[in-house]
């Protein structure tokens, strides 16, 4: 049988440090499924499709990767993918509530489901998709944390 774990996550934009974590869970896993989440209450700099774009640009090539979207609980899509884990990628201390929050959640909603914690590696440890925007959105050079096709479309959002 098959080992598929999920990588959720907004990916907005796709980092250097997401491409490590997916690689490193290859060794616990046969399979990956990277599922971007559309969510509602957030307002992306990159569409859905976008996002996914980025994504299958940066890691083709890495055998065992697929790729999906989602709505709603991530325990459906983990279901519906017959996913035996979650594989959550930590940079810090400051992660572990939220992310501890978040496993306990999915246990509760589905126990079939374990949650894989991975720590960040440390060339990627203060690496957000977050704080790649706001440095970007102020002209600051982030070719170093994204892939470089990443790099460009970043450059084009904010017109530089």
């Known amino acids: ?3 598929t774990a999920i990588y959720p996550g907004s990916f907005d934009p796709v980092t250097n440090g997401h491409i490590d974590i997916a690689k490193r869970g290859l ?4 399979r990956i499924i990277i599922a971007i989440l ?15 774009e980025m994504l299958e640009e940066s ?18 899509c983990a279901q519906k993918s ?9 940079r810090a201390v400051s992660d572990f509530e939220y992310e ?3 496993a306990l959640m999915n246990r509760k909603l ?3 489901i374990e ?6 590696g440390l060339r990627w440890i203060f690496t957000s998709s977050s704080i790649i925007k706001e440095a970007a959105r102020f002209g600051g050079d982030v070719s170093d944390m994204v892939p470089p096709e990443v790099n460009r479309r970043i450059k084009a959002k904010f017109g530089s």
């Open 110 to 112: 589905n126990r079939e």
């Open 27 to 30: 060794k616990l896993f046969d």
């Open 38 to 52: 559309n969510n509602p209450g957030k307002q992306p700099l990159f569409t859905v499709q976008e996002r996914l």
């Open 59 to 76: 890691m083709s090539g890495i055998d065992g990767i697929a790729f999906d979207t989602f709505d709603g609980l991530l325990v459906d």
């Open 115 to 120: 949650t894989v914690f991975l720590m960040t």
């Open 1 to 3: 049988m098959q080992r």
């Open 100 to 102: 501890f929050q978040l």
């Open 82 to 90: 017959n996913a035996i884990a979650v594989l959550r990628g930590m």
